[in-house]
């Protein structure tokens, strides 16, 4: 009898068990509307990047934080989870002429340069991404709008083609400075660095109600 309890408590356990991992494996549910706001879906995008949508092994990913640092860092995709996260409704703008309109819970950018000393002569911030592509801003631009490298839009992680693991939301940006699959931020003096479409012509600043192309 005593053999008999036992096997029946074992295979609850392992049920219980079974199922708290199916919980945990399941994933989110895309929102559509956010504190009455409409939002777009993640599938309104055009495919535009310059080598096709990236996968990124996440075993082996880490964010590197480089350049005019005091001690420069490495992040794995959890350890950047594990700082404070903010979520925030912003508008994506195109320069081809369409526009999303999305909930994008990231970390922010300062918080990741704060952890590895950003130098006194440091005044840019270059993005790099898995797949080459690059763009760069003003340190202070980064640093007093709060930017967010986000991990997630409309409650669901970041599918692989708009960028996972992480996509920049470069606010009152055109899209071409959202850059997607960043692995890499340097901090620089070079307030001239000209990412891979400012090297073609477009707008090193990139600012909505501009002219993108110089």
Known sequence: MRLFFAVVCALFLCCCVQQSE??????????????GERLSSVADFRE???????????????????GLVEEPRSFSYEQVLDHQR????????????????????GVLVK????????????????????????????LDYVRDRNILLAYGMNNVTLPAERGYPFELVAEDKWGYKWIKWVERIELSNDSAYRGYWERQGYSNGGDLGSRFLE
Not at 48 to 66: A, M
Not at 89 to 102: I, K, P, Q, Y
Not at 111 to 128: C, K, Q
């Open 86 to 105: 903010y979520r925030k409704v912003v508008l994506l703008h195109c320069v081809e002429g369409w526009s999303v309109n999305l909930l994008w819970d």
């Open 22 to 35: 199916e919980i945990r494996q399941l994933s989110g549910v895309e929102v559509r509307e956010y504190q």
């Open 111 to 138: 918080d990741l340069l704060d952890e590895a000393g950003v130098r006194p002569e440091a005044n840019t911030v270059i993005f790099y991404a898995v797949d080459g592509y690059s763009t760069s801003f003003p």
């Open 48 to 66: 535009n990047s310059i080598s096709g949508p990236q996968h990124v092994n996440i075993t082996d990913y880490r964010l590197q934080i480089t």
